[in-house]
């Protein structure tokens, strides 16, 4: 099972961003897909993660600004990052719970410049 982000990038304060991750191979059940992030200096934390439900939670820091989503189907969650600041400047990681271990994506860099 491998998890491939992308979408990550270059982008100024207020502007917007739109993360993939997709989960491959063989694959029965995906339970827990989430974001994470982690900027120089700091320890990686949870942005957001949803359940195979639809149940979503977010880290105060982006509520009201990121959604996160899912397309059960392909096996893929969303980020989409709004009304960006220059503290969301991260590697951004994706992770899911699958067949009952945990996996994570390589990262993409999300860079918001002032």
């Known amino acids: 099972v491998q998890l491939q982000a992308s979408g990550g990038g270059l982008v100024q304060v207020g502007g917007t961003l739109r993360l993939s991750c997709a989960a491959s191979g063989r694959i029965r059940n995906v339970n827990v897909m989430a974001w994470y992030r982690q900027a120089p200096g700091n320890l990686r934390e949870l942005v957001a993660d949803?359940?195979?439900?639809?149940?979503?939670t977010y880290a105060d820091s982006v509520k009201g600004r990121f959604t996160i989503s899912r397309d059960n189907a392909k096996n893929t969650v969303y980020l989409q990052m709004n009304s960006l600041k220059p503290e969301d400047t991260a590697v951004y990681y994706c992770?899911?719970?699958?067949?009952?271990?945990?996996?994570w994506g390589q990262g993409t860099l999300v860079t918001v410049s002032s």
């Open positions: 992770n899911a719970g699958i067949d009952w271990r945990n996996y």
């Open positions: 949803m359940r195979s439900d639809g149940t979503a």
